[in-house]
């Protein structure tokens, strides 16, 4: 089999709106850190001293937010209550695993504008592959702004879904929708000035609130979906990371191909 990277690193060096914070313990530092741990924890004495080089193993520290590289968002990221089953969403680590590993669909997006497209053009994108989507399906959208990922262009220019083409692909059995862009809304600026010029309510976050009526998961901030040979024909795999309680967790994505 063949497998192709579909996600964006964690880089402290990028520019996030909320920074990365990416501390390095030094094998020499680990070495002292274990000394003072196993005294502390357990009261055993050790010198470090007497190891190969006086290190031991180096420790990374990371301060950040479930929704920094590639990540999933799950139900309860998308409001405290919801408008089916029970009422109460569900977190990262409590969805079927079944839902992170299935047939792969790519939509190219990248011809249209900022702002968001609609049920129409997903549709006549399917019809152009030639595509019927079939419940498991896992749709990811590729709209081109994975290439600004690191700088601040990447959180303002993109194209998302609006609340009819979200709606669309849950019709047809989708439960994970992708994105190589940074939401899978339009940009927070289109969709604020978009409110203020009309009073229209629904132009806020129409595919993130979509969550609160129906259950589905996204995945955010995807790379290489351009490397993929062909708009379908691959599987992928995308679990989050188990986080207790969490709206989102991370993943690295991949699609896997036949050899």
């Known amino acids: ?92 680590d409590e969805l079927p695993l079944e839902w992170f590993h299935g047939p792969g669909v790519v939509l190219d997006l990248g011809g249209a504008e900022p702002g968001a497209v609609d049920a129409a053009h997903l549709r006549r994108e399917l019809d152009r592959i030639g595509h019927t989507l079939a419940p498991g399906d896992i749709v990811l959208l590729r709209t081109g702004a994975s290439r600004l990922a690191g700088t601040p262009e990447y959180f ?26 940074f939401s899978l809304d339009a940009p927070f600026r289109i969709m604020i000035e978009g409110y203020r010029e009309t009073g229209d309510r629904s132009l806020l976050w129409p595919a993130h609130f979509a969550g609160r009526e129906r259950e589905y998961c996204q995945i955010e901030r995807l790379a290489h979906l351009e490397d993929l040979p062909a708009p379908t024909g691959f599987t992928v795999s995308c679990f989050p990371v188990k986080i207790t309680g969490a709206g989102a967790g991370w993943t690295r994505a991949v699609a896997v191909l036949p050899a």
């Not at 998302?160 to 439960?175: E, I, P, W």
């Open 156 to 181: 303002s220019r993109f194209t998302g879904l609006d609340g009819s083409a979200v709606h669309f692909l849950l019709d047809q059995g989708v439960r994970v929708i992708g994105t190589d862009a």
């Open 1 to 92: 089999m063949r497998i192709i990277d579909l996600s964006t690193p964690i880089d402290a060096a990028g520019w996030e709106p909320e920074p990365v914070e990416h501390r390095i313990m030094s094998a020499a530092e680990g070495a002292k850190h274990m000394s003072e741990e196993m005294l502390e924890h357990f009261g055993l004495e050790f010198d470090p001293s007497v190891l190969p080089d006086g290190e031991l193993l180096t420790i990374d520290t990371l301060t950040l937010t479930t929704h920094t590289g590639t990540h999933i968002d799950a139900p309860s990221h998308y409001g405290s209550a919801a408008r089916y089953g029970d009422g109460r969403p569900r977190h990262v």
